[in-house]
């Protein structure tokens, strides 16, 4: 019913920029709160930066002041823009959303995840 693709991923020398996109599509009433996780090699998944609909953002510690998150509600997408990264943000960032279905029913949806590489 609801589907999450994300684009923007790639292989970035350190201290480059990357902007990921995630766009949402299929059937469904409206949409809450978006962001993305990523998941390194070996380590657990982590929250990376989120988004309300009204455009309250939270971001981890370690982006904080290099990532910036945004979203275009007309589009029902949510970006992330990347800044000064580092072979620390080598991973795989998934997007995630809040969604309100047609019949009232909150789903939670993850698109398949995007790779960011990080490497001289």
């Known amino acids: 019913q609801v589907h999450l693709v994300e684009s923007g991923g790639g292989l970035v020398q350190p201290g480059g920029s990357l902007r990921l996109s995630c766009a949402a599509s299929?059937?469904?009433?409206?949409?809450?709160?978006m962001g993305w996780d990523r998941q390194a090699p070996g380590k657990r998944r982590e929250l990376v930066a989120s988004i309300t609909r009204d455009g309250a953002t939270n971001y981890a510690d370690s982006v904080k002041g290099r990532f910036t998150i945004s979203r275009d509600n007309a589009k029902n997408t949510v970006y992330l823009e990347t800044n000064s990264l580092t072979p620390e943000d080598t991973a795989v960032y998934y997007c995630?959303?809040?969604?309100?279905?047609?019949?009232?029913?909150?789903?939670?949806?993850w698109g398949q995840g995007t790779q960011v590489t990080v490497s001289s």
């Open positions: 299929g059937s469904f009433f409206s949409i809450n709160a």
């Open positions: 995630h959303a809040g969604v309100v279905l047609n019949g009232g029913t909150f789903y939670s949806g």
